[in-house]
């Protein structure tokens, strides 16, 4: 197993207040008259008047990565495009949010991509991906009038080309490569080495037979390339190494078939600080190594700098974003460990059970006293797997406390689901002082209408 997705502190009480949290919530937090407040909202408050659980997003911060993306990238090369990559989280908010700040749309499904459509996204600034695509998710695309699909395997573009031209139009293909470099990441969401499902992998010669084939199938127009190495990267060398390979190919596909690569993808995956420890990359940083590297390695094997993309998910979410549970129950087993229990778990957070994520946690409105114990936040479902936050140094918890889990925003509504019969939590954006519902809470009436028994 590789580097688990955020630090674990050690299981001690480390007198932390809000103040010490600050690199894991919102740009927006303070803490004020000793409770956690984000964007000028007091989420004790908050979790009072609209219940628990329930993910709050703050849309300064959602703004402010999006452009710093736009603005880290577009300093080193004018034409890169910042595509946010909505399976981190969607909903028709942050669609318009994307399109305000004038970046791109990357879906993952045809769910995806019709979201993008109900929210009015311009769809020559949408692609979709993805390794399985549907004769109707490829119908949706071509519908919609996307601006380009990247394409995974050779089926799907014989597919795509055939539907394509059968309507008589052209659509910008991108092909996926699987570059063969390691990231350095946790094992299960690890995309870019040989043995991936994603992609055509270079060293079998695969990758240059799919390009040729793109370029020679009517009804597709070879846009360029794409590779996504894998998330939560905290080593930009991954990157760069990426990038050598990958510009080594564009060398190669000009030599062979005269063809210049136009577009140059390459993914997202920029980590991000779960725990207060944690110091992933700077978006700056992150902008430098892969749009300066893609320059310095297209200049040294004599080809045109492409158009670039980058397609941030992670990265523009995760810190924008927290959870808010009430505390139901404290449950101290002497010499063991105590168990805070909360109004949710691993219905609307699966990342601590499935890749043993950890999180920042406190309590809302002891948000100034310090981290005094060490306590494990526990879900409501009836699985002892159901655990929120391993080991947490957190302010002394009472029943009836708002508890805070940190970094919430990116993967974890979009990994939600209804075990148990659970509603899933509705989604409230924060902004200039005010908070709204973007997502209600769902009810009852919402888990039973598609049962037809
Ligand atoms: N582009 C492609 C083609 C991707 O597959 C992904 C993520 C991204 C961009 C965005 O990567 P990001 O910047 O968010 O790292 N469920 C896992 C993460 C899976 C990521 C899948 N692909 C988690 O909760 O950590």
Known sequence: MGKPTGTRPPAVPDSKTAHDLMSVLPMTAEVCDGRLCIGGVDMTELAREAGTALYVMDEATIRHRLSEYVKWTRYHWPDVDVVYAGKAFLSLDVVRIVEEEGCCLLCASGGELAYAVAAGFPMERAQMHGNNKTDAELADCLDAGIGRVVVDNFEEMERLSAMAAGRGV????????????????????????????????LNQGLAMRAVKRAIELPGLDFDGLHMHIGSQIFALHSFAKAIEVIVAFMREIENETGVAVRML???GGL???????????????????VVDGIKEECERHGIDVPRMAVEPGRSIVANAGVTLYT?????????????????????????TSLYDAHYEALIANKADQPREMVATVAGKHCESGDIVVRDAPLQCPEPGDVLCVCATGGYCQSMASNYNKQVRPGVVFIRDGEWRWAVRRETYEDLLRCDLG
């Open 327 to 351: 505390v139901g129950s404290v449950k101290e087993i002497p010499d063991v460990r105590t168990y805070v229990s909360v109004d949710g778990g691993m219905s609307d957070n699966i990342r």
């Open 271 to 289: 980590g991000v600080a779960y725990g207060a420890p944690d110091e992933p990359s700077t978006v700056k940083d992150f902008g430098k190594v």
């Open 170 to 201: 052209t659509q910008k293909v991108l092909i996926r490569v699987t570059p063969g470099v390691e990231a350095d990441t946790h094992d299960f969401i690890m995309t870019g080495a040989e043995d991936s499902k994603f992609g055509f992998g």
């Open 265 to 267: 993808d390459v993914g």
